[in-house]
């Protein structure tokens, strides 16, 4: 087993650590804010460790390229889905629904 295998296989279990805080997050936390943060916080450290091993795996730059795109594109669509996801919760509370 060389030093990238190694790696590999630290930052995957660094990541299903993260998705793991994540998701407990998700389900102990009290009001949506806070459990959308949680959420979305952990989830997207989790994927940059996911996508960081996969692309010391494939060993290309190309390809850690394209993984970095993708990671960057989930962490916009995660804060901006958290944000509306947050003002829906704010506005039934507000409405009494």
């Known amino acids: 087993m060389t030093w990238t295998d190694l790696a590999v296989r630290?930052?995957?279990?660094?990541?299903?650590?993260?998705?793991?805080?994540g998701t407990i997050g998700l389900l102990r936390?009290?009001?949506?804010?806070?459990?959308?943060?949680?959420?979305?916080?952990a989830d997207n450290v989790g994927l940059g460790f996911v996508a960081l091993a996969a692309a010391l795996q494939w060993g290309s730059v190309a390809v850690a390229a394209k993984i970095a795109a993708v990671w960057l594109f989930a962490i916009l669509a995660a804060g901006t889905s958290a944000q509306l996801m947050a003002r829906m919760a704010k506005q039934e509370d507000r409405d009494g629904s």
């Open 29 to 41: 936390f009290p009001d949506a804010a806070s459990r959308l943060h949680a959420l979305t916080k």
């Open 10 to 21: 630290l930052l995957l279990f660094l990541g299903l650590f993260f998705y793991a805080a």
